[in-house]
């Protein structure tokens, strides 16, 4: 919602599939959060299922005219939506959550300038952790990784560490462990963890002409004060 309010000023659109959990929960999430920023929704627009012919629902979010629009989608579905839209007419800024953050760089020109948040990306700066890991998985794959390969990574870094930490390696020491954990170093930064939850910092990725570019670090409230 910070990074929508920024891109597009003080009006916004979302479009989910209303029977996915998680694109449900993002898009209910963004509502509230960028009402509380000052901003006003002019659009909440879904689809069930797989997306089928999605004119109407889009035509109703160029009709409504935001400033930026949400979509909640998995990087699959992303290149077909957003041609859909701007064939509409539309104008606006176009930003996603990180269900985008496997998208490839070669994408078409409609997805130039559209932006996602991720939790980890090869293409954004990095933690000594994070450097180590990217070359070496590089080295033993011939590609780079993807940030649910790092983050895999780092939920292994993370039984380690309530390993060493626990008494006995049995399942009720190892939880006990793992629920104390209050802050992790990783691969993907620094974790804060609030009953479970981890609190991070959000990478801002664009698509552009030479593929997949770092912007910038949102680093939540709550996190910064630590």
Not at 15 to 39: E, H, I, P
Not at 59 to 81: D, H, K, M, N
Not at 113 to 140: D, I, K, V, Y
Not at 141 to 169: C, I, K, N, W, Y
């Amino acid at each position: 919602a910070r990074l929508c309010h920024d891109e597009g000023g003080r009006t916004a659109a979302v479009f989910f599939n209303r029977s996915d959990v998680y694109a449900s929960n993002l898009a209910g999430g963004f509502v509230r959060s960028f009402r509380a920023l000052g901003g006003r929704m002019l659009a909440e627009q879904s689809y069930a299922g797989e997306a089928g012919n999605l004119s109407e629902a889009m035509r109703e979010v160029v009709r409504a005219r935001p400033g930026v629009l949400f979509l909640t989608g998995y990087y699959s579905e992303i290149p077909e939506q957003v041609r859909a839209v701007r064939s509409l007419g539309f104008t606006g800024g176009i930003v996603g959550p990180d269900a985008w953050d496997m998208i490839s760089g070669d994408q078409p020109s409609e997805l130039y300038g559209a932006r996602f948040l991720a939790a980890w990306h090869p293409a954004a700066p990095q933690s000594e952790a994070g450097r180590e890991f990217l070359e070496r998985f590089t080295a033993r794959f011939g590609r780079r990784p993807t940030s649910v390969e790092a983050l895999v990574r780092d939920a292994f870094g993370l039984v380690v560490l309530a390993a060493s930490r626990a008494q006995a390696l049995d399942r009720n020491s190892l939880r006990q462990e793992l629920a104390g954990i209050k802050e992790f170093h990783g691969v993907a930064g620094r974790a804060v963890y609030q009953d479970g939850t981890p609190v991070r910092d959000a990478l801002v990725m664009e698509v552009s002409s030479r593929g997949i570019l770092y912007v910038q670090t949102i680093t939540p409230e709550d996190v910064a004060r630590r």
